[in-house]
């Protein structure tokens, strides 16, 4: 029998975390194991009626049923781009400066695709999101991480960036509101990020997918409201997190018009455009009555208040969140984060992240996710303070 090998540039990729810890948790609840899934960010909350209700009237129609053609894309374009004017107070063209995508994470791996060649350096926040670093392998891009620490509130500093790496870097990857650290950045943050960009020639590839969901009043700034950043900057966001419309995969791009033409030459070799009606449905969740995602932020405030107090009676340390979907956790002294959320699942049916998922700079951490009921994260972290008490 053939032995068929793959690629060399995607031979060193490992299988996505969370697809081996979705086996396993598989085999335990098939075992009999009530398993409380704190980990992936996934919403567990509907979208409003009104965005559903888009989708299935106009999936009703004859005519939409084809490759969705311009019209169609330019509609959803036109509505990103009334958004961010609306959201952010920031002007872009849907002409040249909007790109829809199939959720943003294409976006994201498409940007190297498109970009980069072998040998380019690409800044990549550590801990940050693996695509990032995965899609500038596959190119056969260096990385260089940039450490995101307590001490800097998780942002990285432009300062400690060596000269040499400064000068050969070609993009830098920024996400704020952050995942896994729930860190937010000001305006500020971005003007000296831009500033930074401006010096070195760096393209600034900002992942925004969590600016809709904040707490305590907190609302997230763009990366674009920063005076010329549209000169060295693209901004992915998406409705996933946004609108709680994770599994309908839209997403857009927006920002510098020459990388906005790189990925639309590139998406057009691979893909044909999203299906009709989810535009349409998209564009009724931008352009529709806001109000909702603030009773759906509450629900989550509420949960990262539950998680918080359970967490404190554990004897974790964790600080507030503002924004995205997640608490980052001190693991206590001396344990490896990977190990200690394993023998969590095992011994407790509770299942985190373990921060070195993230990078090397997330070790000594743990992320949990607020997409799970209040009484589920009130007994996933009774458990977690039974179990680390007996360990006690």
Not at 231 to 244: P, T, W
């Amino acid at each position: 029998m053939s032995e068929y090998k793959p690629a060399e540039r995607i031979s060193h990729l490992k299988p996505y975390f969370f697809a081996t810890l979705g086996k396993r948790i598989v085999q335990m609840r098939a075992d009999g194991v009530d398993v409380i899934r704190l980990d992936m960010g996934s919403p567990d909350l509907p979208p409003a009626d009104f965005i559903v209700d888009a989708l299935v009237e106009s999936a009703r129609k004859a005519d939409v049923h084809g490759y969705t053609l311009g019209a169609g894309t330019q509609n959803f374009r036109k509505a990103v781009a009334q958004r961010y004017l609306d959201r952010f107070g920031v002007e872009l063209d849907p002409g040249s400066e909007v790109l829809d995508l199939i959720g943003s994470k294409e976006g994201l791996f498409e940007l190297s695709q498109a970009f980069l060649n072998p040998g380019d350096l690409v800044l990549v926040p550590d801990p940050g999101y693996a695509v990032y670093a995965s899609g500038a392998r596959i190119v056969g891009a260096e990385i260089g991480y940039m450490p995101l620490l307590a001490e800097n509130n998780f942002f990285p500093d432009m300062e400690a960036i060596p000269e040499d790496v400064a000068k050969r870097a070609k993009v830098m990857w920024l996400n704020y509101p952050n995942n896994p650290t729930g860190a937010t950045a000001t305006v500020e943050d971005f003007a000296k990020v831009v500033e930074f960009a401006r010096k070195y020639d760096i393209l600034i590839a900002h992942d925004a997918p969590y600016t809709e969901v904040g707490f305590d009043g907190y609302r997230a700034p763009s990366l674009l409201e920063v005076l010329g950043a549209k000169e060295v900057a693209i901004e992915f966001n998406s409705l996933s997190k946004a609108y709680n419309m994770a599994g309908w995969r839209l997403g857009s791009a927006v920002g510098n018009a020459q990388i906005v033409k790189y990925l639309e030459t590139y998406k057009s070799q691979q893909d044909s455009a999203h299906f009709a009606p989810m535009f349409n449905a998209g564009i009724a969740a931008l352009s529709g009555d806001q109000s909702w995602t603030e009773e759906r932020n509450a629900i989550y405030q509420k949960r990262r208040d539950l998680a918080l107090d359970g967490l404190k009676k554990a004897g974790l340390k964790a600080d507030v969140p503002q924004a995205a979907m997640y608490i980052w956790v001190h693991i206590p002294e001396g344990e490896n984060s990977m190990d200690f959320c394993a023998r969590m699942l095992e011994e407790t049916g509770v299942s985190m992240t373990p921060g070195n998922v993230f990078g090397a700079h997330g070790e000594g951490y743990l992320r949990i996710s607020l997409v799970t009921t209040l009484e589920r994260i009130e007994e996933g972290m009774g458990r977690v303070v039974d179990w680390l008490k007996v360990k006690a």
